[in-house]
Every structure is written in structure tokens, then in C-alpha cells.
């Protein structure tokens, strides 16, 4: 890479020799080698010949070619012809020719027909010469693409791999985290508590990456597969509790449940689903400032209850609201990025409420806020269906 370099995908300006860029995190080595493997092949302009010229050859030259003419009166011909120019009353060298009496209308007609065979002639080669040339490119991009899909299975198995790694260590730790918190290896000064809790934190946000982690990679090899059944709501928000109330009173956020009593029951797969409303309200959290509120609300309709995710936070702007759905990718990419995660949870979302034939509506305003809202079928319906 040279001195002066910027992103392909986010434009961003970059310092040399980096192999990914990060601000979004695209494989510049990887854009760098397909780049020049296959489209920085110069094109030489004479592989293919579509100039007039060189598709037939000029009516005078071919008179020459012929006998038919010397090239003196060629010249002739054609200073008569620029004579004309001058005088406003342009003709073509044929007629010239003909003017000046050095062929007959004959032979004109004659060397027009050749022109013309020759001409469709060269049409059919260059024509032939233009679809090898599309071939061989075609040939080139699928094979591009082929690499590119492999390393993109690749990369997806080493995630779905590593993160199963990850898991059964943490699966120690936790265990020990538990024994010691409970005290069973014996009593903990008020110190090695506050410790414990910064441990257990850190444990359970490793933990929820390393989910996610796996989440998206059973997704991206197209393994997302739905266990629908009949959810009560108000008892899946109920069991993540605990856990939202923590994180929400650690930046004193007011957490408000809306859930009506005698919401219907729900037709979906329950794990994901959970882990959607987990995703929403942890974003909600994480990107609300300290003592503003998130919400979670469930409104029942006739076949169907909408629930809808919101937070006082800082909102998200309109013509960016279609990135934070993309994988990897968070709005603020810098390196000085306040906000933690790795820019999956939204991409996730949106494939596992796609599976369920769902959409993601956003509604967010700049400093005040954001509302996320889909739908799922009540359980009734479907089971009527
Ligand atoms: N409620 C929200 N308010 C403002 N911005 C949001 C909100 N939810 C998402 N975003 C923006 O969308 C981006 C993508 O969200 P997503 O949940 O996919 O990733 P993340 O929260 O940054 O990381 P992860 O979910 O993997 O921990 C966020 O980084 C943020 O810029
Ligand atoms: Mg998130």
C-alpha cells in the first residue's frame, strides 16, 4: 500500500500497512489482493480494435489498394475536398473523386461494397474478440467469489470454533465465582466482595459475547433454525430481570415494564426471542446516559402483540439508521469509541425476528432517543392456521 491510503468501505483516511481497517473493520489485505489480482490488469486499448479506421479501411486508401487510383490524385482529391470545406459546401472524397473525373461512380460503388463486407467482417471478429474477453472476466469474478465465499465459510467456522473453546474454561471460572461468592471456601472481607463483583461483571459480559458469538455464526452458515412454541411474555421478560435491573441500576437508569395483564400468549422460539429483548435493552442501556429511562412495552392486537423497546438515550440519526444492522459495524467505529461491543447484537436481531417473518421498525430522534418495535403472531392464531 502506498503513503496515501483510505478505506474502500468507510473512506475513512488510514495510516499504511494496516491489515484492517478500524474504523470498520474491513480486510484491507484481503481488498488489496483481489484488487490487484484481478482489476488492476491495464487494458491495453489496441487488444480490441473498434476504431473506425481500423475496422475498414479508408475508401481512398482501398481505391489505391486496388489499381484503381494513385495516391497523387488521392492528394489532389483531397485538397479539392478541403477547398470545399472553405467555400461552406463540404463533399464527400467519393464525390470528389468523381468531380475531379479520377474514377467513375462505378468504382466508387465498387470499393464501397468491399468497405462494407469488411466492415461486417471485422464487426463479427471484434464482436468474437469482446465476448472471449467477457468470458475470461466472468471466468476471473466467479472465481474471485468462490475464494471469497470459502474464506468467508472459513472465517465463520473459526468463530463458531473458538467461541465453543471459550466457553468450557468459562464455564470453570464461573463455577469458582459462584463458590466463592457464596462463600463456601470461606469467609471474604468486604474488599475481595467488591473484587468478586468486578470479576463477575467482566464473566458475565465475556459470556454474553461469546453467546452472541456463536449466535451469529449458526446464522451466517445458514443454520438459524426456529423452536417455535407458546411463550407467556410476561414470564420471559420476567426471568432476565434480575440481570437487566442490575445493569440498569449500575448507570441509574429508570427501567420501566409495560406488560398488561391477560397479554396473549406468543408463537415464537422463546430462547431467541429472549435474547432479542436482551439485546435491545442492553443497547438501550449502553447508550442512554446515566439516570435516563428504558422501557419495554407489550401491546396486544387482535392476531398479533407488538412489542416495542425504548430509551431516553442519544438517538440514532436517520440517514444512518439501515448501518446498525450490519455485522461488525457500530456507528461510533473510532478508536476512541465510548461505547463497548463488537456490532453484532442489531445484525443478529435482524436475522433471527427475519426468520420469524418479523421486522425491525427504528424511530429514534438525535438526544432523545430511540424506539425499536416488531411483531410476533399470538399463539392462537397459529395454532388455528
Ligand atoms: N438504542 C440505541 N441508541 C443509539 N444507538 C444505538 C442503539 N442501538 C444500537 N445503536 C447503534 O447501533 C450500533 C450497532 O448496535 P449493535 O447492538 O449491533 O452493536 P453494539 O451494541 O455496539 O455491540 P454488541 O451488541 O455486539 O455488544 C451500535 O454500536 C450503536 O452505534
Ligand atoms: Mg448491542
Sequence with gaps: MNAEVSCPRCLSKLVPYLSQCPYCGTNLELVEFVEETYFSAKVNPMDIRIAPETLV??????????????????????????????QGKPCLIG???VELGFVDQNAIDEVVTIQIFQLQHNLERVNQELE?????????????????????????NFISNISHELRTPLTHIKGYLDIFTDQSLGPLTKMQED??????????RL???????????????????????????????????PQLIRKANAKDIKLEIMIPNGVPKIYADEDKIQWVINQLIDNGIKFTPKGGQVG???????????????DSGIGIPEERIAEIFEPFHQLDGSITRKYS?????????KRILDAHGSQ??????????????????????????
Excluded: C, W
Excluded at 432517543?369 to 395454532?383: E, K, M, N, Q, R
Design 195 to 204: 473484587a468478586l463483583k468486578v470479576l463477575i461483571r467482566s464473566e458475565d
Design 57 to 86: 479501411p479508408r475508401l481512398g486508401d482501398l481505391l489505391i489498394e486496388r489499381g484503381l487510383l494513385g495516391p497523387k490524385e488521392l492528394d489532389a482529391a483531397l485538397d479539392y475536398q478541403q477547398e470545399k470545406i472553405m
Design 95 to 97: 464525390q470528389a473523386l
Design 132 to 156: 472471449q474477453r467477457v468470458a475470461e472476466r466472468t471466468a476471473k469474478l466467479e472465481d474471485t467469489l468462490l475464494k471469497l465465499t470459502e474464506l468467508n465459510q472459513l472465517k465463520s
Design 207 to 241: 459470556e454474553q459475547l461469546i453467546d452472541d458469538l456463536i449466535q451469529f455464526s449458526t446464522a451466517v452458515r445458514g443454520e438459524l433454525s426456529l423452536t417455535e412454541q407458546e411463550i407467556d411474555i410476561r414470564h420471559m421478560v420476567d426471568a432476565q430481570l
Design 360 to 385: 425491525l421498525q427504528v424511530m429514534s430522534k438525535i438526544d432523545r432517543g430511540s424506539i425499536f418495535t416488531f411483531s410476533l403472531p399470538v399463539a392462537a392464531f397459529d395454532d388455528d392456521r
Design 341 to 349: 461491543g463488537t456490532g453484532l447484537g442489531l445484525a443478529m436481531v
Design 296 to 310: 419495554i412495552s407489550v401491546e396486544p392486537e387482535v392476531d398479533f402483540v407488538e412489542i416495542k423497546v425504548s
